[in-house]
């Protein structure tokens, strides 16, 4: 029997990221979704091609000061997360992640899904500053290209 396009994305998360052996790594999970709507209903993307996920975004406003903590590796990934705070005027867009599934890569599904929250985040937030940590070069490719067109300054871990 094959696997469902959810259960082949968490596959992928578990390969990629393998969080579960990196308590630093923000895992995923129900609670830490919910909790990233809160930050910011953008903060979650998804995209269904009618039988289930084949491309999930996570990204989050928060504040320069705690991106520059987390550049400098002062904060880790899940406590730049915890420590994001609700309801304040944010000024910067960590990058979290950004999974697709193989036949759907190279369509540009994920950048315009990120694109697109960006641009709602700035609506109501001043952003000047966007930054990564990628695993992979496909996830730099994709940062890069999505810094230049939001025209924000890309930060890497």
């Given at each position: 029997m094959?696997?469902?396009?959810?259960?082949?994305m968490i596959q992928l998360a578990?390969?990629?990221?393998?969080?579960?052996s990196d308590p630093d790594q923000l895992?995923?999970?129900e609670e830490v979704l919910n909790h990233?709507?809160?930050?910011?209903p953008g903060s979650v993307q998804e995209f269904d091609d009618g039988n289930g996920p084949v491309v999930w975004v996570l990204l989050f406003?928060?504040?320069?000061?705690?991106m520059e903590d987390f550049l400098k590796n002062k904060v880790s990934e899940k406590q730049l997360f915890e420590l994001t705070p609700l309801n304040v005027q944010y000024d910067a867009i960590y990058l979290c992640s950004a999974m697709v599934l193989?036949?759907?890569?190279?369509k540009g599904i994920a950048q315009q899904l990120t694109k697109d929250a960006i641009e709602e985040i700035?609506?109501?937030?001043?952003?000047?500053?966007?930054f990564v940590w990628p695993f992979t070069k496909e996830g730099s490719s994709l940062s890069e290209k999505i810094s230049t067109s939001v025209g924000l300054q890309l930060k890497i871990k």
């Open positions: 094959s696997l469902s396009n959810f259960e082949r578990e390969e990629v990221f393998d969080s579960k895992e995923v999970n990233l709507c809160k930050i910011h406003p928060t504040t320069n000061e705690l193989e036949e759907y890569r190279r700035r609506k109501s937030h001043p952003i000047s500053s966007l």
